[in-house]
Every structure is written in C-alpha cells, then in structure tokens.
C-alpha cells in the first residue's frame, strides 16, 4: 500500500531543494569566509538574518585553537546596615554531582567562565549582583544589604613543561579580584 | 576528468534517489529522547535562568539583542505563567515527536520552544545547544515521520495521512555533511593554536577542574599518553570528518568514533555533547542496517510481549504496531 504513493519528485522541488542545500552549505562554510570582501558580505546578508534569527551561527570550536588554562569559580561578597557580611558562592561545577553537571553545572560554568567574569561583558554584572543578593535573602531576611561585591577566584594551570600537574591534584590556592561593586541603596 | 552530467547524476542520487526512511525516524525517536532528558533538567532550571528572577533579566537581554530574532519571551511580561506554558508546550512537543504524532508540526514547535527558551539567555550555551538547534531544523524538514510513527500507523486508514516509506534523502545527507563539517572545522580551529600541534591540549584540557569527570590518574598523568590522546584526538576527527565516508572505513569509524566519545564523556564532563555526537554517528549506517536492527529488538520485545499474561486483543494490537512498519515492507 504505501509503495503505492508516487516517491518520485518534481523537478521545480527539486530546484528548490537544491537551493536550500547550497544556503546550508553556505551556513557551514561562513566561518572561514572573508566577510570583509564585498562579493561575500552581500551574500551572506540574507545568510546573516536567518542566522540571527535562530540563532545558529557555526565555529565549532571546542578546545580550540588552545583549551582554557585557568580554572575559575565567583563569589559575591553582601554588606548589611549592621556591619555584618554574608557571603553567597555561585554555583560551581566542581563540587556538583555528575546529575547536577548536566542540570545546571555546566550552564553556571558557561557563564561565569565565559561570560560575567569577562569585563568585555560589564552589562551583566548588576543582573548578577542582584541574583546574589536574593539567593542570600533567606538567611539575612531582617538585614538591610548596602553593597554587593563581585568576585573572581582563578587559578592558572602550571605550564607542562614548567610544573606538571598531576590529574587528581585540586589547587585550593585561588587568586580573588573584586571586579564590580553595586551599592544597592544608590 | 568528470563531465558535467555525470556530476548532475551523482549529485541527484545521492541528494534525491529514494531510499526507505527507517533510519531518519529511528533517529527521530532518539534525538527526541534526548531531548527529553535534557528538557527535564532543564525544568530545574527555571527559576535560575529563564524565570523573571533568573540570573540574567529579560530586560538585559532584550537591549544586548534588539534585532529580531526568534524569542516568545519577548512578546510576553516575565513571568513564572509564562515560562511554565512555555515548558508545558515544549514537553507536549517532544512527547509528539517521540512518538511521530502529527511530526512535522510537533518539530517546529519543537523548535521554536527549544529556540525561544535558548536564546533567553544565550550565554549559557555551548556547542551541544548549538547542535540541537541545527539538527533539529534539519529534521523538520525530514521524512521522520514517514515510519516508525503514529503518524504511518494512522496512514493505512486515513488518506491524509499516507506518506511513502522511500523518500529522498537530502535531509538525512545534510546532517551527515554537518556532522563531518562539526568535527573537520573543529581541527581547522585546533591547528591555529600551539597546544594541539606540542601535545599538550590534553593536559590541560583534564585539568580544568570545573569539567573533570573521573579520575584516571595513572593514565593521565603519563606524558607520552597525553601527548598521543592530544595527536590521536586530531586524527580521530579527520578521519570521522572525512574517512567516514568511504564505505570500506564507514563501520571501523563509527565503532571508534564512539570509543572516542564515551572515552571524552569518562574523563571529561562535557554534558550532552558526547552523547549527542554519538547519536548523530549512527546516521552513518544504512537503512538495511537499521532495519536488521530494529528487526532484532522489535522481534525481542514482541517475544516479551507475547510472554505477558494480558487481554489478549490488547495484546494483538500492541503486536501489530510494533511489527507494523515491517509487514508493509
């Protein structure tokens, strides 16, 4: 019976079809495009929109060209009307389990590695600031907070060929910088 | 050299020449399944990260992307209703597409779920979001629901739904083609930098501590392996991104390619990637290969099921959609 259906197609859907493979092959090969040539940037402008619009830009650039070489966690450090401090630790994907990896780990990593730590993304930090303020309220309900600072803590891994660094080895020995401070009664 | 209609023809067979959509469906109800694993993890994450006290506001990501793009977040006040319906949508779509009910649609709402809820905050994504996205819209405009679906069961007794069993291929050879493309660009992107040509990537790669998954210390903290997993990593995605291709290799490969990733997915934890690469490998094997194999574990379950003391025309018709797809053939 379902043999009996026409598997044949026409040429126009063809045509069509073909030129959807070539947008595709066009998606892929963007990356490696000279996008500052005029030919390219006229054609990939319809490219560009699509892109954009679902977001599907392509690098594929897993650990390269180099893989990161600095292990990085944040804290946020609140200061209350009293004098009193309290302290709220950002998710960190190396005190999770493998099921919270998944969850949320590795989205907290992305982020905090790739993006609040970085200053090129300033825009995010008084979003993030105010997220620890309220993860924090629960145990400091009562409290007045004034200021909310952000910190960084890295730790670079020791060059190879200077200081091998054996696998089951965790440096607790981090660097911390306040990057940002945001006066919540401002 | 090759004339110019010779070309025409090798590219019409291999884009347009029908061929049986077993594959591309048993590869729709495991991409929807992982979907749904990651769905699921995903609905923790609701107040974090897309509800309107999530980390990153609505507003911020509103003004650091004013131009249009897919997002149904922006048409709506943040809101936990809204996220939830959001959500809600989005499951009934996976659950649709996993059982191939009314497919197309179910994957473009799918799609538009998955996107809206990725773009919500986009900082938090890397290359496996990516790949759900890219092969997701692929998929829709697949055969995927030409078997092995609800949707070819409701075929035999109402018109609207008959699609044929052979269909061409352009869907399922665009992903294949992404998938080489995913690996040979990666290597292109590797050779700009020092580590991967010193043999050295590996080790740091293991000793970021945010993605270490078990300890292999003896393994890994021998410099001549870490040097050949960082060479070997290089060689192994050369040849999935190109060898694959070549039918006396394609079999070998995805054996290996798999090694390689359930080896990255044991000592690094790379969420989803792994799993996703490996799911995407088996697109590699041939609808004849499929289909032996969904013979064997169809034919095992129906023997399970014919062992199961229930009503026995409930048990005839349980039969008859898990053998279905094979007695039309």
Not at chain 1, 46 to 62: E, G, K, R
Not at chain 1, 122 to 141: N, Y
Not at chain 2, 144 to 150: K, P, W
Not at chain 2, 251 to 275: C, D, N, Q, R, Y
């Amino acid at each position: 019976m379902a043999f009996s259906l026409d598997v044949s197609m026409k040429k126009t859907h063809k045509i069509l079809i073909t030129g959807f493979i070539f947008f595709n092959f066009l998606i892929m090969a963007r990356v490696h495009m000279p996008l500052n040539e005029k030919f390219f940037s006229t054609l990939y402008r319809p490219v560009d929109t699509y892109l954009s619009f679902f977001s599907l830009y392509q690098d594929w650039m897993m650990f390269a060209p180099n893989p990161g070489k600095v292990n990085i966690f944040m804290t946020a450090d609140v200061e209350f009307s009293d004098g009193t401090q309290g302290t709220y630790k950002f998710p960190d994907p190396t005190e999770m389990s493998i099921y919270e990896k998944y969850s949320s780990g590795e989205k907290f990593r992305k982020i905090i590695s790739e993006g609040i730590r970085k200053d090129s993304n300033q825009f995010m930090w008084q979003d993030t600031a105010k997220f620890a303020l309220r993860q924090l309220r629960s145990e400091s309900f009562s409290k007045i907070p004034i200021k909310v600072h952000l910190n960084r803590h890295w730790d670079e891994i020791p060059n190879i060929k200077k200081k091998f660094r054996s696998h089951h080895i965790v440096n607790n020995q981090y660097v911390k910088y306040t990057f940002y401070t945001y006066e919540v009664l401002k | 050299m090759i004339s110019y209609n010779k070309l025409l023809i090798s590219w019409d067979k291999f884009f347009f020449e029908p061929s049986p959509t077993v594959s591309i469906a048993l590869f729709r109800i495991c991409w929807s399944f992982l979907i749904a694993i990651y769905f699921l993890l995903d609905l923790q994450n609701i107040n974090e990260f897309y509800g309107p006290h999530a980390l990153i506001s609505l507003q911020t990501v509103k003004e650091q992307f004013p131009f249009a793009h897919l997002n149904i977040f922006h048409s709506f006040k943040s809101s936990y209703e809204m996220v939830y319906a959001l959500m809600t949508v989005y499951g009934i779509s996976i659950l649709c597409a996993f059982f191939g009910f009314y497919t197309r649609t179910s994957l473009v709402v799918m799609f538009i779920c998955m996107t809206s809820i990725h773009q919500r905050n986009i900082w938090l994504l890397s290359s496996s979001e990516l790949l759900l996205r890219t092969i997701t819209i692929y998929l829709v405009c697949s055969p995927c629901g030409h078997a092995l679906s609800i949707d070819s069961l409701l075929g035999r007794k109402f018109k609207s739904f008959k699609r044929p069993r052979d269909w061409a291929p352009w869907a399922l050879r665009l992903i294949q083609i992404q998938i080489s493309v995913v690996y040979l660009w990666t290597v292109w992107h590797k050779l700009k930098g020092n580590d991967w040509f010193d043999g050295s990537a590996v080790y740091y790669a293991t000793r970021l501590e945010s993605m270490k998954s078990f300890y292999f210390s003896p393994m890994l903290d021998s410099k001549l392996f870490l040097k050949l997993a960082t060479w070997g990593t290089l060689v192994t995605e050369v040849a999935l991104g190109t060898l694959i291709w070549v039918k006396e290799f394609r079999k070998p490969l995805i054996v290996i390619g798999i090694a390689f990733h359930l080896g990255i997915e044991l000592t690094m934890s790379i969420p989803f990637f792994e799993i996703i690469m490996i799911s995407l490998l088996m697109l590699y094997l041939t609808p004849l290969e499929v289909r032996v194999f969904s013979q064997s574990v169809i034919g095992k379950l129906s023997g399970m099921v014919n062992e199961v003391q229930i009503y026995p025309k409930l048990k005839t018709r349980i039969l008859w959609m898990m053998r279905g797809h094979y007695v039309e053939n």
